[in-house]
């Protein structure tokens, strides 16, 4: 299951954020695995052929082997 939210802050930037959830069933064990996330992030059009993201994630998996995991993230997109 997932959401995904974005929000036009200016002509050439936007806010985004998304959820999601997944769950499994591992067949070895019989034991139910989850794994929840949620990620957000800034966009902003540099020119016509470069865009720069930078933002953030956040992982929670909860199961036999519980971990949970932050990380900064930063995307250069350019065009060629």
């Known amino acids: 299951v997932s959401l995904a939210l974005s929000h036009r802050l200016t002509p050439v930037s ?12 591992e067949r070895e064990t019989g034991s139910h695995v989850s794994l929840r996330t949620i990620t957000a992030n800034w966009v902003i059009q540099l020119n016509s052929r470069a865009q720069f993201s930078i933002g953030a994630r ?4 909860l199961g036999d082997s519980p971990y949970s995991e932050s990380a900064l993230l930063a995307t250069l997109f350019m065009q060629i």
């Open 58 to 61: 956040r992982s929670i998996s």
């Open 14 to 25: 936007s806010a985004n954020l998304d959820l999601s959830e997944s769950r499994s069933l």
